[in-house]
């Protein structure tokens, strides 16, 4: 009786992989489809950017801002200083929590939570996708060198096929 050939197969794919080096984010170059793939992409090949980010100055009035936090759709604002980095966040969940007669006329870094949690560009979506779930987020900012250069919603993660 002749053994079967699937563990000799797999011993051998195994070995050239570990020869030539070969990574998961070359699996994901080379095989892009199917949930592996998915999940070997990075924040930056799905992240929204440049004039779909909701950005506002510090100092910007609560009336001005939340016109723009509604525009971008994402359910959040990113707060940045004079030098462009990110230094705050305002959700919809922190608007709620400062509902009141003078909300409107407050200044963003008023409201904001200040360190944010971010992402970088070259996180794996799969590891974006378990920070979300740790830190109980649906959308994250993805920061490089301190200023927002993206930002990611769990339904991203989803529609790419990370699960």
């Not at 095989?31 to 992409?41: E, I, R, T, V, Y």
């Not at 003078?102 to 200044?107: A, E, N, S």
């Not at 794996?124 to 994250?140: H, I, P, Y």
């Amino acid at each position: 009786q002749i053994p079967s050939l699937g563990p000799i197969r797999s011993a051998l794919a195994v070995a050239l992989i570990q020869l030539r080096g070969f990574r998961p984010q070359d699996f994901a170059r080379f095989h892009p489809g199917g949930s592996l793939g998915a999940s070997l992409k990075f924040v930056a090949d799905i992240m929204h950017t440049r004039e779909r980010l909701p950005l506002v100055g510090e100092d910007k009035v609560m009336s001005e801002a939340i016109v723009i936090m509604t525009q971008k759709s994402f359910g959040c604002l990113g707060i940045v200083d004079a030098k462009g980095r990110l230094v705050g966040m305002i959700t919809d969940g922190d608007l709620r929590r400062h509902m009141g007669a003078t909300l409107l006329r407050q200044r963003t870094q008023d409201i904001m939570t200040r360190k944010p949690n971010t992402l970088a560009p070259n996180t794996l979506a799969s590891t974006a996708l378990e920070q979300f779930n740790a830190l109980k987020r649906t959308q994250m900012f993805v920061v490089d060198k301190g200023k927002p250069v993206g930002i990611l919603h769990v339904h991203d993660l989803l529609r790419a096929g990370v699960a």
